[in-house]
């Protein structure tokens, strides 16, 4: 089996104003401030090292050498903690930072490509709108949401655009240029212009990493209301909001026609908890 284990890690810490309208507290913070998470991957690979999918905050966030704004510290809230970087969390693994050979983003907002310059050997793949998007900076929202000390080092960018391949019946990238397992990339445009899921075979199971296209799992699995707060959030920062629409959309039939997906969000600590709870009893028991 070309994954040997996978590996889910919280690379950052958010603890945003208004936290009473985001449906999770922080603790510690006072009632003011929420608490949200930023979902990574580490895959470890038979063939092709280390695979990490999305990055949090890196180094240079947490040293203050990056040029994260006032404002968004202030609003967001950002904890900072070098532990929590993607580096921090995979040497305490036993590996170093070369051994990250692939880095698969969803999109490179402020928190999800911070930790790039980390591992600068690495390939980065993403959605060829993405990588547009990011590079020009055009718009305001972009140029708000994208940092350009994320990639000053300048990455080996492997970009994709749909070309026919398509997974359970959605226009998919399914073979990333250099990888052997199965990682690959699914459209889900409109949170940013080239936003898209990550799709990875796990044992008998795929997961689905939904980055932005959805903020609570409410929103998908219809358990409950999807808190104003986030609502607010995830309709202001949208680039599209028919393509968002679309993808949350096709997001929802995925997961109930098939019951073999493990979908989450970049955002969610609840989803989170549970895969990690989940993923550690699998590795006891193996």
Not at 48 to 70: H, K
Request: hydrophobic share 40%; aromatic share 6%.
């Amino acid at each position: 089996m070309s994954i040997r284990d996978v590996r889910h890690l919280n690379c950052a810490t958010l603890c945003p104003v208004a936290g009473f309208l985001t449906g999770q507290r922080s603790a510690g913070l006072g009632l003011g401030r929420g608490k949200l998470i930023c979902h990574c991957l580490v895959i470890e690979t038979a063939r092709d090292g280390l695979v990490l999918v999305d990055t949090g905050f890196g180094t240079r966030d947490v040293a203050g050498q990056s040029g994260l704004s006032a404002p968004f510290r202030r609003i967001a809230g950002p904890k900072l903690d070098f532990a929590e970087t993607a580096l921090a969390q995979i040497e305490a693994l036993g590996h170093k930072a070369t051994d990250v050979r692939h880095i698969v983003v969803t999109h490179l907002d402020i928190d999800h490509a911070g930790g790039l310059v980390d591992f600068p050997t690495a390939k980065v793949h993403l959605h060829a709108r993405e990588h547009a998007a990011a590079m020009a900076r055009t718009r305001f929202k972009e140029r708000e949401r994208y940092l350009a000390s994320h990639w000053a080092h300048g990455p080996r960018w492997e970009v994709y655009t749909e070309d026919g391949d398509t997974w359970r019946g959605l226009p998919a990238v399914t073979r990333l240029r250099g990888l052997d397992a199965d990682i690959g990339l699914l459209p889900m445009h409109g949170h940013t212009r080239g936003h898209s899921a990550v799709i990875v075979a796990a044992r008998d199971r795929w997961l689905v990493h939904a980055g932005d296209a959805y903020f609570h799992h409410t929103a998908i699995d219809g358990s409950g209301r999807v808190p104003l707060g986030l609502l607010a959030f995830e309709r202001a920062t949208q680039a599209d909001p028919a393509a968002r629409r679309a993808s949350l959309a096709a997001l929802r039939q995925l997961r109930e026609r098939y019951s073999d997906i493990d979908m989450f969000s970049a955002h969610d600590l609840q989803e989170f908890e549970a895969l990690c709870r989940s993923s550690h009893a699998l590795r006891m028991a193996s």
